[in-house]
């Protein structure tokens, strides 16, 4: 039986931003932050776009297991062992792809969803408001029995549960996480506690701190819209300057979940790269977008990740801002779009009806490379010098964060 903790290392911080760069040491190896979480939708593209005669991987450090859990799902689970059995299997199999030749970080993320049943001919729309002990046992047994997690990221029984059994809740479920010389789960896992970015900020600082006070670590943070009818989100925003300022210790590990990928129509900024910002460490988008829905989405609304400027825009605003600047080329060492125009890069994938998979295997790929750079400015504390290049980045510190940059 092996058996392993995760050490947090501080790499080097950005002296007056207070920003922060770690790598995560594990038996696997060393994982570099900030970085970019892909998830098991990024392989089913990677599928996609070999069956269109391409073959790609991923750079990235970090990977999230995304699984979405119905009330029925959950009940069927509990009901049945062969089939908690087959979702374990189904899990090593889904990570199992996601290695790529590559040892990645592997944090797992349980989200529930509603679902509609028909209660006496009347459609109802339900979903897991409270969880119990019995149902979290089940989803940790779950990660632990696929062998594969590395983190494994786990609810409280409400968003606004008191502090007290939230954190009797989380040292419960980190003891499960222990291999107790059974042998079963090879080496221990992290138990990083969800939290909404929503709840107040006295309960979300309170909370963590009493969390942190247990020796947690790592933490995953549900992400909430910063913005709401373009007006700052105070109480988001509350939480976010908490996470800021704990970040700069370098002894805790902040994974955001669900993140938008912009923060709005008007504010084009990549969202991740806020984040990064306000102290988070790794970052993840939501479910990729439903195979049958990816016609409906028109040529001209897809939004394109754009390491540039650190935007996402759609394909007219992205040749508007580059027709100049770069005669038209996206100059990104991404694979889908190096050494081509955003037209040839639309046209071509356009064709091939996988223009949607392209962009987004383009933002995985540009944003790890993006986030590497970052990192490396941190540790030579240019990070001011590197954020005044990237103009959306630039411009939302200076309005809607209120934060002055200094580059000599």
Same mark, same amino acid.
């Given at each position: &039986?092996? !058996? ?7 790499? $080097? ?15 696997? $190896? ?22 269109? =005669? ?16 119905? %009330? ?38 349980? #989200? ?8 006496? =001919? ?21 990660? @632990? ?10 609810? %409280? ?14 040292? !419960?479920?980190?003891? &499960?996480?222990? %291999?107790? =010389?059974?042998?079963?789960? =090879? ?5 990083? /506690? ?6 107040? /900020? ?8 009493? *969390? ?10 549900? #992400?909430?819209?910063? *913005? ?11 939480? *976010? ?26 504010? %084009? ?9 306000? $102290? ?14 990816? /016609? ?11 390491? @540039? ?9 992205? +040749? ?12 990104? +060492? ?11 890069? +639309? ?21 790890? $490379?993006?986030? &590497? ?14 954020? +005044?290049?990237?103009?959306? @980045? ?5 309005? @809607? ?8």
């Amino acid at each position: &039986m092996i !058996k392993t903790t995760y050490e947090i290392i501080p790499d $080097g911080i950005s002296k007056r931003l207070g920003v922060v760069a770690t790598t995560i040491k594990s038996h696997k $190896g060393e994982f570099l932050t900030p970085d970019f979480a892909i998830n098991s939708t990024y392989y089913n593209y990677i599928a996609d776009m070999t069956t269109a =005669g391409l073959k790609y991987s991923f750079p990235n450090n970090f990977y999230e297991l995304q699984r979405q859990y119905t %009330p029925t799902k959950l009940e069927l689970l509990s009901s049945t062992s062969n089939s908690a059995k087959e979702q374990a299997v189904h899990i090593s199999r889904i990570v199992g792809e996601a290695y790529d030749n590559k040892d990645r970080f592997i944090i797992a993320v349980p #989200h529930f969803s509603t679902e509609e049943i028909v209660i006496e =001919g009347k459609k109802k729309r339900t979903s897991i408001k409270e969880l119990t002990w019995e149902q979290n046992k089940l989803l940790i047994q779950l990660y @632990l029995h696929s062998n594969v997690i590395d983190v494994i990221s786990v609810h %409280p029984p409400s968003s606004t549960s008191p502090i007290e059994d939230v954190v009797d809740w989380m040292k !419960k479920s980190r003891e &499960m996480a222990k %291999p107790q =010389g059974r042998g079963d789960y =090879g080496f221990e896992k992290e138990i990083a /506690p969800i939290i909404d970015l929503s709840v107040k /900020p006295k309960y979300f600082k309170n909370l963590i701190e009493r *969390l942190i006070s247990e020796k947690f670590r790592f933490f995953t943070i549900r #992400h909430r819209k910063l *913005l709401t009818k373009e007006r700052i989100n105070q109480r988001v925003y509350s939480n *976010l300057s908490y996470i800021k300022e704990k970040a700069k210790e370098m002894k805790y590990h902040f994974h955001a979940t669900r993140v938008d990928r912009r923060l709005s129509v008007k504010l %084009p900024v990549s969202m991740k790269h806020i984040l990064h910002i306000f $102290g988070f460490n790794t970052f993840c988008l939501p479910p990729g977008i439903n195979r049958k829905m990816r /016609p409906l989405l028109s040529f001209g609304d897809a939004l394109h990740y754009d390491g @540039l400027t650190l935007g996402v825009m759609n394909y007219v605003e992205r +040749n508007q801002w580059h027709r100049y600047r770069t005669n038209g080329f996206c100059l990104s +060492n991404c694979p889908v779009c190096k050494d081509k125009t955003f037209e040839q890069f +639309n046209v071509e994938y356009d064709k091939k009806d996988i223009l949607h998979i392209a962009i987004k295997i383009h933002e995985a790929w540009e944003s790890h $490379g993006i986030f &590497m750079d970052i990192r490396e400015a941190i540790i030579n504390d240019r990070l001011e010098e590197k954020i +005044n290049e990237k103009y959306f @980045l630039e411009q939302n510190m200076k309005t @809607l964060l209120q934060i002055k940059l200094k580059v000599d």
